[in-house]
């Protein structure tokens, strides 16, 4: 135990005590010490027992100690003690000149009273005056009376003056004392008034923590939940559901509703790995009670740059996911209705134009006509087909990005020629991915058409395809109208048209790009877009080498 524990210990016992016992161990040092001198005189110089003055000294601090415990002080005035260590100058007088002779330094004991005067209640100036008269009243009046030499008046008033100024520095040292605890006290009540605020602005928060609709958890930097609202609550409820029935299992799947997702990959798990990450769709629940939770964390880093905690926060998007199914079933169910009549129309039309007998000029200039708005129908239906489904199913084998450059710009030509624009190709020889190549092929018609139709007469288009670390790097730039740092966030959704596109009149229901997205998605890929208006677009694909190209590419 510290000295300061074993200190604030005995305060709080001496605290705790009567107030007569507290004087009266303010008066048993003094006595104790007078006893052991009696003790003294009987082994050195029993002929001071048969001294009246020194005699009547030990009896006077015998009775000085019995009244100090037994007298009633706390049922007398305020300050009545400090009649104790008055009466103990004179204690102290007596017993000293009784034994001068054999035990002169006895007035030294005159500083016990000097400290309790000091330490007491008694008004500063008197308590120095007592400080002062009373030591002179056990050396001073015998010099005064003749009945010792003069010279020890001086002695007197030395001891006076030397206990006058302890007494000052007692009283300083008490001030001091009751100034730090005052201090502490005014610390304390601070703290306690900061610790109250505290308490309420954290009644606050989590009163408005508690009522967003916002799933919301604070982990610490060793993962462990410091903070979980009401709602996150919810979700954790949720999630543990089926084990009332005794299955024992956590409710938690993934984007397909069906399968169970790993305990390394729960939100909360990945949080603690110190990962970031949002849009991270998980479902909760049994299958009869499933919500759809959208989650996402941000990572805490301290000032030396180690993991500090992360927040995670989780959204219901259930409403929002099942519109969503709900638009696309309707789309693929109207585009496969349309999807019979277009074949059979164009199908038709075919046969009337490659007929034998010849029709008519203004006729088959209509009839031509009805074909191309026919197989431009075609083409949207295909495409509301291929959106509505999702990413696309892919085979993925070995397959030649360069050669299936060559054959898209091949066949984009006509339209490039028909527009103004120059296409331009920088491959090289042979660039071998894993990849579904009709799949490939339809991502690079869909940029390259993208490109010629966004681009004014007398455009560049130029792709170019190259290895760049373990990937396949594609990339189509164009030297066309261009889009706004915010469009180019926007251009992978669907049906999203930029400004520029709807004002020109340039044909097309914003599909392409999303489609094409999905496709890069499902080989592993990423697409990006970057782009000024007026100063052109790039877009930008990455596809996984082909395993012996990436193996060259690693040894080179």
């Given at each position: 135990m510290s000295d300061r524990v074993m200190f604030l210990a005995a305060k709080r016992a001496y605290s705790n005590l009567s107030f007569r016992t507290r004087v009266g161990l303010c008066e048993l040092p003094l006595a104790l010490l007078v006893a052991?001198?009696?003790?003294?005189?009987?082994?050195?110089?029993?002929?001071?027992?048969?001294?009246?003055?020194?005699?009547?000294?030990?009896?006077?601090?015998a009775v000085l100690l019995a009244a100090a415990f037994l007298a009633p002080w706390e049922r007398l005035r305020d300050g009545s003690y400090v009649i104790i260590p008055l009466l103990d100058f004179l204690a102290i007088a007596l017993t000293r000149n009784g034994a001068a002779d054999v035990l002169p330094g006895l007035s030294l004991l005159a500083i016990f009273p000097v400290i309790w005067l000091s330490a007491s209640e008694m008004k500063p100036w008197l308590s120095l005056l007592s400080c002062f008269l009373g030591p002179f009243l056990i050396l001073g009046v015998s010099p005064l009376l003749g009945s010792a030499p003069r010279s020890?008046?001086?002695?007197?008033?030395?001891?006076?003056?030397?206990?006058a100024v302890v007494s000052i520095?007692?009283?300083f040292a008490s001030l001091n004392s009751v100034y730090s605890q005052r201090k502490l006290a005014a610390s304390k009540a601070e703290?306690?008034?900061l610790q109250g605020e505290n308490t309420e602005r954290e009644l606050l928060l989590e009163a408005i923590l508690d009522t967003i609709d916002v799933g919301l958890v604070v982990l610490d930097a060793n993962g462990n939940r410091m903070l979980t609202n009401r709602q996150q609550r919810s979700y954790d409820l949720l999630v543990q559901t089926g084990n009332s029935d005794g299955d024992g299992i956590s409710h938690l799947y993934a984007a397909d509703k069906t399968t169970p997702v790993a305990v390394s990959r729960y939100p909360v798990q990945r949080a603690a790995a110190g990962e970031t990450f949002a849009n991270y769709?998980?479902?909760?629940?049994?299958?009869?009670?499933?919500?759809?939770?959208?989650?996402?964390?941000?990572?805490?880093w301290d000032?030396?740059?180690?993991?500090?905690?992360s927040v995670i926060v989780s959204n219901d998007v259930t409403d929002m996911v099942e519109a969503l199914t709900a638009k696309e079933d309707f789309v693929s169910n109207v585009s496969h209705e349309l999807w019979t009549p277009l074949t059979s129309i164009i199908g038709h039309l075919d046969l009337v134009l490659d007929d034998d007998h010849p029709l008519p000029h203004n006729v088959t200039q209509q009839l031509s006509v009805a074909r191309r708005n026919a197989e431009r129908l075609y083409a949207l239906v295909s495409n509301l087909l291929a959106s509505a489904s999702g990413a696309a199913s892919v085979h993925l084998r070995p397959t030649d990005l360069s050669g299936?450059?060559?054959?898209?710009?091949?066949?984009?030509w006509?339209?490039?020629?028909?527009?103004?624009?120059?296409?331009?190709?920088?491959?090289?020889?042979?660039?071998?991915?894993?990849?579904d190549p009709l799949r490939i092929r339809q991502v690079l018609d869909n940029l390259i058409s993208n490109a010629i139709k966004y681009s004014p007469d007398g455009g560049k288009v130029t792709v170019r395809a190259r290895k760049q670390s373990d990937a396949a790097l594609l990339e189509v730039q164009d030297t066309g109208i261009g889009m706004s740092p915010n469009e180019t966030k926007l251009v992978f959704g669907k049906f999203f048209r930029t400004a520029a596109a709807r004002e020109s009149s340039i044909p097309g229901v914003g599909l392409g790009l999303s489609i094409t997205k999905a496709i890069v998605d499902s080989h592993g890929g990423s697409i990006r877009c970057s782009s000024k208006p007026g100063a052109g677009t790039t877009f930008t694909v990455t596809l996984p080498l082909h395993r012996s190209e990436q193996t060259r590419t690693e040894q080179n």
């Open positions: 052991v001198i009696a003790i003294i005189v009987v082994v050195v110089s029993p002929a001071l027992l048969m001294n009246p003055l020194f005699l009547g000294g030990l009896v006077f601090h020890q008046l001086g002695t007197a008033l030395l001891l006076c003056l030397a206990l520095s007692l009283r703290v306690d008034r769709l998980v479902w909760l629940g049994p299958e009869d009670s499933q919500r759809a939770v959208t989650t996402a964390a941000t990572a805490m000032s030396e740059d180690k993991f500090a905690g299936l450059v060559e054959h898209s710009i091949e066949s984009a006509p339209q490039a020629v028909n527009t103004g624009v120059t296409l331009e190709a920088d491959v090289p020889e042979i660039l071998w991915t894993t990849s």
